[in-house]
């Protein structure tokens, strides 16, 4: 486990690693064989120096001349990312946002697989869903025999505690919580919360500031 | 506008106030009618002293004995934010995320209203849908026209370039963008992309992080 400070520097940096190696993809995408630090900046919205010195902190080096060769740098970052195979992941809630994130075309792109869906009225389930949707209670036994470990929350903030709870209690180890409640991990296990309606929120309340700070 | 450097930090207070000014109304439900810092600080997943910091730093003081009045802290802290009526917005994009996100819940919560959903193809936009549906070619007229300035963009990625060009022409001064692509604003719009694969894939790596720090 992290403690706080370092385990945010970690994430921050990370959070790059993974949004240079998108970039990575869309330049190879285009054509690209090799890149340098300025074009994966640029492709990724940071500097061309953080680029650099993320890299370096990982012993990544490109040439001078040449810059990186693209298909390396790519298998660099998922060696260093981890990625390794399928990730199979479950949601606990099949309402609108459920349902969504459950047809995601994205999700498979990227190696990312929902394999099962859980809810307090499985008969919500409309044949337009291609996963599998159980009851909640049967949410231990498959996480467990299943070896999953990665869920979902997308209920309504009332059913975000026990969703939590029993995610927490079938041994998961990451949380992609879409409820509007801030969760946190417990020792050993990452949430990340993603609050459309603060996001939303937010973005307004830069537009104000930017607003207002015209005005200064 | 913001330069970078400082507009990033802006923005993290912003966030603070905005997950602050949540967690009140969360312990304003539940009766509370006032509140210390580490009240706050537990509610929003911040620590005491930097509640304290962040409330200094626009002059808002509690005191050592009484602590905060929430509904003061409120009222305070929405003027801050600049939050003042009903904010209207618009989606271009009405495929599962894109009608997802007009029937939330959420947003009329905190005031916003989804007015309108644009497509290149209005049709399919099926009667369970509240939000009227146009073509996208109608877009600009609209924006403009209801005086709006927050856009939603929820179109796949091969369609998302056109639809943030054409937000951008129509004036709009904040978008969400929830394209698999990173969009930085040009002067004076502010942007927030949300990448629900990069956001669960990070995840994936978090936890592998956490895994491969006990193994060491």
């Not at 390396?72 to 949601?91: R, S």
Request: glycine content about 8%; aromatic content about 8%.
């Amino acid at each position: 486990m992290f403690d706080q400070k370092s385990s945010s520097k970690i994430r921050n940096c990370i959070l790059r690693l993974s949004r240079y190696k998108n970039a990575l993809y869309r330049l190879e995408k285009i054509g690209f064989v090799k890149a340098f630090s300025d074009n994966i900046a640029d492709a990724a919205g940071e500097t061309a120096s953080q680029v650099r010195k993320d890299f370096s902190l990982f012993g990544i080096t490109g040439s001078k001349r040449g810059g990186y060769q693209i298909d390396e740098l790519i298998q660099n970052l998922n060696a260093i990312l981890g990625k390794n195979g399928n990730q199979k992941v479950v949601i606990v809630g099949i309402g609108r946002i459920g349902r969504a994130l459950m047809e995601y075309e994205g999700f498979k792109k990227s190696g990312i697989e929902i394999v099962a869906g859980f809810d307090i009225d499985p008969e919500k389930a409309d044949n337009q869903i291609s996963v599998p949707v159980f009851h909640l209670h049967e949410l231990q036994d498959f996480i467990i025999k299943n070896d999953i470990r990665i869920g979902i929350i997308a209920v309504p903030y009332i059913a975000a505690r026990q969703a939590f709870d029993m995610l927490v209690a079938a041994g998961i180890k990451g949380i992609l919580n879409f409820a509007p409640i801030h969760f946190k991990g417990p020792t050993g296990i990452v949430v990340t919360n993603v609050n459309l309606e603060v996001e939303l929120e937010n973005l307004i309340y830069f537009v104000n500031a930017e607003e207002k700070a015209k005005e200064l």
